[in-house]
């Protein structure tokens, strides 16, 4: 990456969500490409799909957006994208809560290391700030995820990476559930959650 790129990383990429009229913004090291929604949200969509919670949730976990601290190094990746509802309406204050293993596929069962959760803002963005997760024996690399609207049931789920290898062998891994990613390291990372509400 060449020197002033270092100084343009304050800036911000605004990108749109056409179907909803919605207004993304991205960290500028993904300055000249785009990150189509994830699905792209079309009246009547279909819900995003559940999977399972997994062994490794704990309620109660810290609310920030940034889950990099000391002991939890890997490299960086900010996650972004909407909560939205099956008519593409942004959800504002939409609890979105993600946890994750390290950069050696292991999970902090102690403490709330890789955990964290924020509410969607007021044109229901979200965005994370992160390490990638590690593969471990039977899992490409993924996140979990639960997002719930006010007074509605929770969506529990995973995101995956894109051109993975593990993929295929992963019998949980769906193509539905695929993060878009542009850029190097740090990368960004967008995925458009959509509740089954009208």
Not at 15 to 41: K, N, S, Y
Not at 164 to 185: C, Q, S, T, V, W
């Amino acid at each position: 990456m060449r020197d002033h790129d270092d100084q343009t990383r304050r800036r911000f990429l605004t990108t749109g969500v056409a179907a909803a009229g919605l207004t993304l913004v991205l960290p500028d090291f993904v300055a000249g490409q785009t990150l189509p929604a994830t699905p792209e949200c079309k009246d009547s969509h279909e819900a995003t799909i559940r999977q399972t919670e997994g062994p490794f949730f704990k309620p109660r976990s810290p609310q920030r957006n940034d889950l990099r601290e000391p002991g939890f190094n890997g490299t960086p990746i900010v996650i972004s994208g909407f909560v939205l509802t099956r008519s593409c309406r942004p959800l504002a204050n939409a609890l979105v809560d993600l946890w994750q293993a390290d950069a050696a596929g292991e999970y902090d069962n102690k403490g709330f290391r890789g955990r964290g959760h924020i509410f969607s803002d007021s044109e229901g963005r979200y965005q994370f700030t992160r390490i990638e997760p590690a593969r471990y024996p039977g899992r490409t690399r993924h996140y979990h995820v639960k997002v719930q609207a006010a007074n509605r049931p929770v969506l529990t789920t995973q995101l995956y990476f894109p051109n993975e290898p593990g993929n295929d062998r992963d019998p949980i891994f769906r193509k539905e559930l695929l993060m878009r990613l542009a850029g190097a390291a740090p990368a960004a990372a967008r995925f458009d959650f959509v509740l089954d509400i009208a």
